[in-house]
């Protein structure tokens, strides 16, 4: 099983800067997508950023150009840095993983438990 321990949230006034962490641990092979999402009161979990191990990046239009997403393979774990915050960026912030783990030939997915991040205006 792999586990998932996000920080870095918490609240910053409008054209603020956070970055996330998400560190994930357990009986890991392999990490290969990691992504964050988002999901705000009464809204559905968008994506917002995934990097692939190769390093490939893609995110959603929304925040092209002010986050950036990257990994740390040593440490197996993924970051988000996010600048130029706006109030509607304020929602929960969730990790996500594909995972090969010890046993398993097949990949499976885990989520982290979320991390508030508050925009106020």
């Known amino acids: 099983q792999v586990q998932l321990v996000e920080s870095g949230g918490g609240l910053v006034q409008t054209g603020g800067s956070l970055r996330l962490s998400c560190a994930a641990s357990?009986?890991?092979?392999?990490?290969?997508?990691m992504r964050w999402y988002r999901q705000a009161p009464g809204k559905q979990r968008d994506l917002v950023a995934s990097i692939a191990n190769n390093g490939r990046t893609s995110y959603a239009d929304s925040v092209k150009g002010r986050f950036n997403i990257s990994r740390d393979n040593a440490k197996n774990t993924v970051y988000l840095q996010m600048n130029s915050l706006k109030p509607e960026d304020t929602a929960v912030y969730y990790c996500?993983?594909?995972?090969?783990?010890?046993?398993?030939?097949?990949?499976?997915?885990?989520w982290g438990q979320g991390t508030q991040v508050t925009v106020s205006s």
């Open positions: 357990g009986s890991i092979v392999s990490l290969n997508a």
């Open positions: 996500y993983v594909d995972a090969v783990v010890i046993g398993s030939r097949f990949q499976y997915q885990y």
